[in-house]
Structures are given as C-alpha cells and as structure tokens.
C-alpha cells in the first residue's frame, strides 16, 4: 500500500515558478518508479514526467527545459520544479507511483498561472 500527498501548487503570474512536493509513506519508496501528471478541464491526464528509481528522468517535450523532476529517496519525497509557467500549464498535477500490479495517485494539487 502506498499513499501520497501533493503540495506546493497556487496561482502565478506567467513567467513565474512553482515547486511541487509528493510525500510517500511506507518503505519501499525507494524501489518505485515515480512521475507526475497533470490534468486539465476536459482534458485528458498527460504525463509530465517519470523519474526511476536510480534517479533517471523523462520528460514530455512540452516540459522539456522549464520542468525538472527530483527526488530524495531518504524522505521519501519526489519533487517538480516549474519554471517559466504559462496560462497553458494550468492544471491539476498529480503525483503516480508504480506499484507492479497497479498504479497510486494522489489527491492532486492545483496550479494556476493568470495574470
């Protein structure tokens, strides 16, 4: 069983920068591979990024240089640095763990960037 929590989202102006936060309980945080998604109104959920357990990133190419996944194994936490935000990444992102037989999801955290 794996719970986890987003935090960190709020309104920016364009041009500005959110860092988002997913806290995992249990202890096999470190065996799982992590992402993060997002969703608009009447949109379908897009994967942001992916993160491995090793530490190796992917990115969808609309993310490519403004967003940067992390994570930190030793609190169990994964991040997502977002800078140079625009109206168009307004959306509510949710943080996805990998499990072998089912995937976890957060309650997500919402974003907003308006001027």
């Known amino acids: 069983q794996v719970q986890l929590v987003e935090s960190g989202g709020g309104l920016v102006q364009p041009g500005g920068s959110l860092r988002l936060s997913c806290a995992a309980s249990?202890?096999?945080?470190?065996?799982?591979?992590m992402a993060w998604y997002r969703q608009a109104p009447g949109k379908e959920r897009d994967l942001v990024a992916t993160?491995?357990?090793?530490?190796?990133?992917y990115y969808a190419d609309a993310m490519k240089g403004r967003f940067t996944i992390s994570r930190d194994n030793a609190k169990n936490t994964v991040y997502l640095q977002m800078n140079s935000l625009q109206p168009e990444d307004t959306a509510v992102y949710y943080c996805?763990?990998?499990?072998?037989?089912?995937?976890?999801w957060g309650q997500g955290t919402q974003v907003t960037v308006s001027s």
């Open positions: 996805n763990a990998h499990a072998p037989l089912v995937m976890y």
């Open positions: 249990g202890s096999i945080f470190k065996s799982l591979r």
């Open positions: 993160i491995t357990q090793g530490g190796s990133t």
